[in-house]
């Protein structure tokens, strides 16, 4: 229903319509009082109805406004001259009222209607609606009034006092799709979201966040956060959240265990962040949660099998060369292990691959014919009885030429010990067999085998036989090792035999570089996915609350961190890949006329951009040295001396970097200041695989294969330089380089 303004009879300037006089005037006389005064009052009352600052409408009981203060009048576009009740604005609807929802409002519900049925309606009372003006304007009031009565006791006419609470109720709207916008967030998001007050008891969580802990939402409500954490991770949660309320940083980041509802343990990410009140005190966390445990598993697993084939790889180095050791037989052939070292090889892929028992018998070539080696895990009694039966079967009572086809191939095979080809082939108390090949060249010599139906299986089948079929062939090697050995103790071809041997040994660590570098080639693109997919999210940060805004920005920064990590295990195995080449003399050198100090000057800015808080002091002798080198090897060992320098110093303590010329060759000098070698260390420190004991690593990352100096001496010395060494135990160290102008 529109409603209209309904002018009253003429009057004087000085006169009120008779309405507002019945209104106001009549409704504030007294019994006793006369018409003179009543008028003077009416005066008066016409200034303050004018001057108040709340619009005023009087409206009747046929719903007509029969007058309106200047403020109202404002409010609705219609002007304040002495003849606005004869503006266009009044001929037509002044406007329409709508409950808060945007219903339009029937005549029986509009404040009015409840005034003129006798309520009045004030504080709590009052009504809010929204009004749309006949000019198109939407505005919010807050509605008070009162009845007016006549002489005869009845209802006349309606004083509405309306409070323009637009921008009050557009601000709590705007509150009100912030939290829509976060409840959003809260529910929709992958990751789990958890409110907690500062007694650890949760007051919000997301279905996500019931996911991963593995309870309701009404069981987590009822219970705390510390209560569901492992035993032994509470002390350091309980501790990041007291520096967190302390105001000792502004948020954190905390791997830790959750026990779940059936018991199990999961691994999660949490970044917290402390929520404040109005007057910036701690009110409560907020925890993004990450469920983590797959990735903390793949960890340890690969960390486990780095660990296995690193140490698999010092047995293979260790292995006695000698032509009286027990080394010179011929492994093919020998039916008892003469060997701990591949017995103690065997022994860490069970631990690795979670197998109860293990062996390798080796084939007979042109038979295929069995020959026991090494068995492990097994009672004395199974092993007695398989190393006098395995010397009676060949590899094809077991399996069809296909299967073995596949062997020679080079894949690992999942073996039907319970079906062999030929019936009563003897199975050793063994369901099933995971077995690798062992070649030499495109030989089958041998098979590593694991008993897969009593393994715990710490990983998939498809990597199990991937480390299995590596492992293969590494062992593979030591026995060609031995084989090659053993051909130089009866005087074959002794020098060719130590050359093939190292090569072999290089072969063997460009295989293991290859295997470890296509997973953590894997790990990267995952990283660097989650970042990318972090940024994106990021990218819409004008739609996500800053309470959820800032722990995504925590999770982008350690994604960030943990791509730096996959770097530096990826430089260990460049490492490695150099030490293969330098040895199998596949190292390459691209030699051009280039100036040392640029290179210099970069290898220096690229290490300051690393350790930001470090000072590296420069001083160049020479504007220019142009020498002929290869740019870029030349930086790697720039960069090597530099990082090693930085590893093991203090951190308030400067390096010093100098390059300097003399007639016929430029030096570079990296100097430190931190433990200092002996003479011993000295002698020592280029060769490959070596690493100073007992040395602390003051910065930066730790791990270290010992190469990193051997290879810098190969890449000088090819190039015609010289390196060295000045140190004193205590008073630092000084490594150089020289290179031929």
Same mark, same amino acid.
């Given at each position: 229903?529109?409603?209209?303004?309904?002018?009253?009879?003429?009057?004087?300037?000085?006169?009120?319509?008779?309405?507002?006089?019945?209104?106001?005037?009549?409704?504030?006389?007294?019994?006793?009082?006369?018409?003179?005064?009543?008028?003077?009052?009416?005066?008066? &009352?016409? /200034?303050?109805?004018?001057?108040?600052?709340?619009?005023?409408?009087?409206?009747?009981?046929?719903?007509?406004?029969?007058?309106?203060?200047?403020?109202?009048?404002? #409010?609705?576009?219609?002007?304040?001259?002495?003849?606005?009740?004869?503006?266009?604005?009044?001929?037509?609807?002044?406007?329409?009222?709508?409950?808060?929802?945007?219903?339009?409002?029937?005549?029986?519900?509009?404040?009015?209607?409840?005034?003129?049925?006798?309520? /009045?309606?004030?504080?709590?009372?009052?009504?809010?609606?929204?009004?749309?003006?006949?000019?198109?304007?939407?505005?919010?009031?807050?509605?008070?009034?009162?009845?007016?009565?006549?002489?005869?006791?009845?209802?006349?006419?309606?004083?509405?006092?309306?409070?323009?609470?637009?921008?009050?109720?557009?601000?709590?709207?705007?509150?009100?799709?912030?939290?829509?916008?976060?409840?959003?967030?809260?529910?929709?998001?992958?990751?789990? =979201?958890?409110?907690?007050?500062?007694?650890?008891?949760?007051?919000?969580?997301?279905?996500?966040?019931?996911? =991963?802990? +593995?309870?309701?939402?009404?069981?987590?409500?009822?219970?705390?956060?510390?209560?569901?954490?492992?035993?032994?991770?509470?002390?350091?949660?309980?501790?990041?959240?007291?520096?967190?309320?302390?105001?000792?940083?502004?948020?954190?980041?905390?791997?830790?265990?959750?026990?779940?509802?059936?018991?199990?343990?999961?691994?999660?990410?949490?970044?917290?962040?402390?929520?404040?009140?109005?007057?910036?005190?701690?009110?409560?966390?907020?925890?993004?949660?990450?469920? @983590?445990?797959?990735?903390?598993?793949?960890?340890?697993?690969?960390?486990?099998? #780095?660990? /296995?084939?690193?140490?698999?790889?010092?047995?293979?180095?260790?292995?006695?060369?000698?032509?009286?050791?027990?080394?010179?037989?011929?492994?093919?052939? *020998?039916?008892?292990?003469?060997?701990?070292?591949?017995?103690?090889?065997?022994?860490?892929?069970?631990?690795? #691959?979670?197998?109860?028992?293990?062996?390798?018998?080796? #084939?007979?070539?042109?038979?295929?014919?069995?020959?026991?080696?090494?068995?492990?895990?097994?009672?004395?009694?199974?092993?007695?009885?398989?190393?006098? !039966?395995?010397?009676?079967?060949?590899?094809?009572?077991?399996?069809?030429? $296909?299967?073995?086809?596949?062997?020679?191939?080079?894949?690992?095979?999942?073996?039907?010990?319970?079906?062999?080809?030929?019936?009563?082939?003897?199975?050793?108390?063994?369901?099933?067999?995971?077995?690798?090949?062992?070649?030499?060249?495109?030989?089958?010599?041998?098979?590593?085998?694991?008993?897969?139906?009593?393994?715990?299986? @710490?990983?998939?089948?498809?990597?199990?036989?991937?480390?299995?079929?590596?492992?293969?062939?590494?062992?593979?090697?030591? @026995?060609?090792?031995?084989?090659?050995?053993?051909?130089?103790?009866? +005087?074959?071809?002794?020098?060719?035999?130590?050359?093939?041997?190292?090569?072999?040994?290089?072969?063997? =660590?460009?295989?293991?570089?290859?295997?470890?570098?296509?997973?953590?080639?894997?790990?990267? +693109?995952?990283? !660097?996915?989650?970042?990318?997919?972090?940024?994106?999210?990021?990218?819409? !940060?004008?739609?996500?609350?800053?309470?959820?805004?800032?722990?995504?920005?925590?999770?982008?920064? &350690?994604?960030?961190?943990?791509?730096?990590?996959?770097?530096?295990?990826?430089?260990?195995?460049?490492?490695?890949?150099?030490?293969?080449?330098?040895?199998?003399?596949?190292?390459?050198?691209?030699?051009?006329?280039?100036?040392?100090?640029?290179?210099?000057?970069?290898?220096?800015?690229?290490?300051? !951009?690393?350790?930001? *808080?470090?000072?590296?002091?420069?001083?160049?002798?020479?504007?220019?040295?142009?020498?002929?080198?290869?740019?870029?090897?030349?930086?790697?060992?720039?960069?090597?001396?530099?990082?090693?320098?930085?590893?093991?110093?203090?951190?308030?303590?400067?390096?010093?970097?100098?390059?300097?010329?003399?007639?016929?060759?430029?030096?570079?000098?990296?100097?430190?200041?931190?433990?200092?070698?002996?003479? $011993?260390?000295?002698?020592?420190?280029?060769?490959?695989?070596?690493?100073?004991?007992?040395?602390?690593?003051?910065?930066?990352?730790?791990?270290?294969?010992?190469?990193?100096?051997?290879?810098?001496?190969?890449?000088?010395?090819?190039?015609?330089?010289?390196?060295?060494?000045?140190?004193?135990?205590?008073?630092?160290?000084?490594?150089?380089?020289?290179?031929?102008?």
């Amino acid at each position: 229903m529109n409603l209209q303004y309904e002018q009253a009879e003429p009057r004087k300037a000085n006169e009120m319509p008779d309405t507002r006089s019945q209104a106001i005037s009549r409704s504030q006389a007294t019994t006793n009082g006369t018409r003179t005064r009543n008028a003077g009052r009416a005066d008066a &009352f016409e /200034t303050i109805f004018e001057a108040i600052a709340d619009p005023i409408l009087i409206v009747d009981t046929t719903n007509k406004v029969r007058d309106l203060n200047r403020a109202a009048r404002n #409010l609705l576009g219609i002007p304040s001259s002495g003849e606005w009740h004869d503006a266009p604005q009044v001929q037509r609807p002044l406007f329409d009222l709508y409950d808060l929802q945007g219903r339009l409002l029937p005549v029986a519900e509009w404040p009015q209607s409840t005034i003129l049925s006798g309520a /009045t309606l004030q504080g709590s009372d009052a009504v809010d609606v929204m009004m749309r003006t006949h000019d198109g304007r939407t505005l919010f009031l807050s509605v008070t009034g009162a009845p007016s009565y006549t002489d005869t006791g009845e209802i006349g006419t309606a004083v509405l006092v309306c409070r323009d609470v637009t921008e009050r109720w557009r601000m709590a709207d705007a509150l009100r799709q912030s939290e829509e916008r976060f409840r959003t967030a809260f529910t929709s998001i992958r990751m789990g =979201i958890a409110l907690a007050d500062l007694q650890f008891r949760f007051l919000q969580v997301n279905a996500a966040y019931c996911a =991963i802990i +593995g309870y309701s939402e009404e069981e987590l409500l009822s219970t705390d956060f510390i209560s569901i954490t492992h035993p032994d991770d509470r002390e350091d949660n309980i501790a990041s959240i007291q520096n967190l309320v302390a105001g000792k940083v502004s948020d954190y980041v905390l791997q830790k265990r959750y026990i779940r509802k059936d018991g199990s343990s999961i691994w999660v990410q949490n970044t917290v962040s402390l929520i404040r009140d109005s007057e910036g005190r701690p009110a409560s966390l907020i925890a993004v949660t990450e469920d @983590i445990t797959e990735r903390h598993e793949w960890t340890l697993r690969t960390q486990k099998a #780095l660990e /296995t084939l690193l140490a698999m790889a010092e047995i293979l180095v260790s292995v006695p060369s000698t032509p009286d050791s027990p080394g010179g037989a011929d492994l093919r052939t *020998t039916h008892s292990d003469e060997h701990g070292e591949i017995r103690h090889l065997v022994q860490l892929t069970c631990d690795l #691959l979670g197998s109860r028992i293990a062996n390798i018998a080796t #084939l007979e070539p042109e038979t295929l014919r069995f020959f026991p080696l090494v068995r492990v895990g097994a009672t004395p009694e199974s092993e007695l009885a398989w190393r006098e !039966q395995m010397p009676k079967t060949f590899l094809t009572d077991y399996l069809f030429p $296909t299967d073995i086809a596949r062997l020679k191939a080079g894949e690992a095979l999942l073996v039907d010990m319970k079906h062999p080809v030929v019936p009563g082939t003897p199975n050793y108390d063994t369901q099933q067999v995971l077995s690798a090949p062992l070649r030499i060249g495109e030989q089958l010599v041998g098979l590593l085998s694991t008993n897969y139906d009593t393994s715990t299986h @710490i990983y998939p089948f498809e990597e199990e036989k991937v480390l299995l079929r590596a492992i293969g062939k590494l062992i593979a090697l030591m @026995i060609e090792r031995e084989r090659l050995v053993q051909e130089r103790a009866d +005087g074959l071809a002794r020098e060719l035999t130590l050359r093939e041997v190292n090569r072999q040994t290089d072969e063997f =660590i460009g295989i293991i570089s290859h295997e470890l570098k296509s997973p953590l080639t894997t790990i990267k +693109g995952n990283v !660097q996915l989650a970042r990318r997919q972090m940024k994106r999210v990021l990218a819409q !940060q004008s739609t996500l609350p800053k309470e959820l805004a800032d722990p995504l920005e925590q999770v982008l920064h &350690f994604l960030e961190r943990a791509e730096r990590h996959i770097l530096i295990q990826t430089r260990l195995i460049n490492d490695l890949l150099d030490v293969s080449r330098i040895h199998s003399n596949r190292l390459e050198l691209h030699i051009e006329r280039r100036d040392l100090v640029p290179i210099v000057r970069e290898a220096v800015e690229d290490q300051r !951009q690393i350790a930001q *808080t470090r000072t590296i002091q420069l001083s160049l002798e020479e504007p220019q040295a142009l020498i002929m080198i290869d740019a870029d090897r030349v930086g790697q060992v720039l960069n090597n001396y530099l990082s090693n320098a930085l590893k093991y110093s203090d951190q308030d303590k400067p390096i010093g970097i100098r390059l300097s010329c003399t007639e016929n060759q430029v030096k570079v000098a990296v100097t430190d200041q931190g433990p200092g070698l002996s003479p $011993t260390q000295q002698e020592h420190i280029w060769e490959r695989f070596y690493r100073v004991p007992e040395i602390e690593v003051k910065s930066g990352s730790g791990v270290g294969l010992g190469l990193g100096l051997h290879i810098c001496r190969t890449i000088i010395e090819h190039q015609g330089g010289s390196v060295g060494v000045e140190s004193e135990p205590g008073k630092g160290s000084t490594f150089w380089f020289a290179l031929p102008l």
